[in-house]
C-alpha cells in the first residue's frame, strides 16, 4: 500500500513526484478536483467528474480520453481503502497533462467535529463573478492565498471571505452555512461561490429531512447571531463552527442540526 502519483500513463511512488513531474520553475494552468475514496469506493464521483469537465471547457483545455477508467485504475494500484483523491488537468511544456495525485486521507481531529472549530472574516474580497468565475475550479487561487495570509496569527481554521458589498462568499476550502431559528442559509451561488459538491449534499440532506433551507444574501452581523454556523468541503464533509471572529456561536457548542446533517452525510459515506 503506497501514496503514488499518475502522470500521462506512468506510475511514480508521492516522493519521487517533485523529481519527475514538478521539473524546473514550470507555471502551470489547469483545472483540478479533489475528491476522497472511503474504504476502496470514490465518493461521489460523477458529480465532481462532472465539473471538472466544465471547468476544462471554459479553460479550452482538451481532456484526455478515458479520465474515469484512469482513476479507477490509479486508485487501485495504490492498493489504499481511505484516500485523498486530487485530479488535475494542467497545460505544461505545451501539452495538456493529466495528473491524478493519490495520498492518504487526513484525518480531522474528533474535536473538530464534537466541539467545532474556528473561523474569521477577512478583508480581501471575493472575486467579481463578472470577471473571474468561480464556477471554474482552476490552478488559479491567489485570492485565497491572500486572504490566508490575513490570518496568521488568528488561530482560525478557516477564514471566509466577503464580496465587495460586504455579503458572506465562502471559505478558502469551504462553503459555509448558517442556522437561524431552525432555518438553515447559505450564500447564493450568483454572489461569486463555487458550488461545492459537499454544499449540494448538505442542501439535500435539509430537503430529505423538511429542514427549512434557503439561499440567501448573508453578512457578518447573520453570522455573529446565528445559532449554529458549519462548513462543507470534500474532506471533512460536513464540520461545525463554534466561533466566529473570537465570538462564541450560539452557545458556543455544536449545535442540533448541525449534529443532524452530520449524521445524515456520515449514512451516506458508509
Do not use: W
Not at 63 to 73: A, D, G, R, V
Not at 143 to 155: C, D, F, G, T
Not at 159 to 165: A, E, G, H
Not at 186 to 215: D, H, Q, W, Y
Amino acid at each position: 500500500m503506497e501514496e503514488i502519483v499518475y502522470l500521462d500513463g506512468s506510475i511514480y511512488k508521492l516522493k519521487e513526484a517533485e523529481v519527475n513531474i514538478f521539473k524546473g520553475n514550470e507555471v502551470f494552468n489547469g483545472v483540478f478536483e479533489s475528491l476522497i475514496v472511503v474504504n476502496g469506493k470514490i465518493f461521489r464521483l460523477e458529480e465532481h467528474l462532472k465539473r471538472l469537465f466544465n471547468s476544462a471547457k471554459v479553460l479550452q483545455i482538451a481532456l484526455p480520453s478515458q479520465i474515469k477508467e484512469t482513476i479507477l485504475f490509479t486508485v487501485k494500484k495504490s492498493n489504499l481503502q481511505n484516500i485523498y483523491l486530487r485530479v488535475s488537468i494542467v497545460q505544461r511544456e505545451k501539452k495538456n497533462s493529466l495528473i491524478i495525485l493519490v495520498k492518504k486521507a487526513s484525518i480531522y481531529p474528533k474535536e473538530f467535529f464534537t466541539k467545532g472549530v474556528s473561523i474569521s472574516f477577512v478583508s480581501t474580497q471575493r472575486n467579481y463573478d463578472e470577471a473571474l468565475t468561480p464556477k471554474v475550479k482552476c490552478s488559479n487561487f491567489l485570492a485565497n492565498v491572500l486572504a490566508k495570509n490575513e490570518i496568521v496569527s488568528r488561530n482560525s481554521f478557516e477564514i471566509v471571505s466577503l464580496n465587495s458589498k460586504g455579503l458572506i462568499t465562502e471559505g478558502t476550502i469551504s462553503n459555509i452555512f448558517l442556522v437561524s431559528e431552525e432555518t438553515v442559509y447559505t450564500p447564493k451561488i450568483s454572489l461569486g461561490i463555487l458550488e461545492g459538491v459537499t454544499r449540494n449534499i448538505a442542501i439535500n440532506i435539509c430537503k430529505n429531512l423538511n429542514i427549512k433551507v434557503k439561499e440567501e444574501c448573508l453578512t457578518r452581523y447573520d453570522a455573529y447571531t446565528a445559532d449554529e454556523i458549519f462548513l462543507t468541503f470534500t474532506s471533512a464533509g460536513i464540520l461545525p463552527a463554534t466561533k466566529v471572529d473570537s465570538k462564541l456561536v450560539g452557545s458556543g457548542k455544536v449545535g442540533k442540526i448541525s449534529k443532524i446533517i452530520h449524521k445524515e452525510y456520515r449514512k451516506k459515506l458508509r
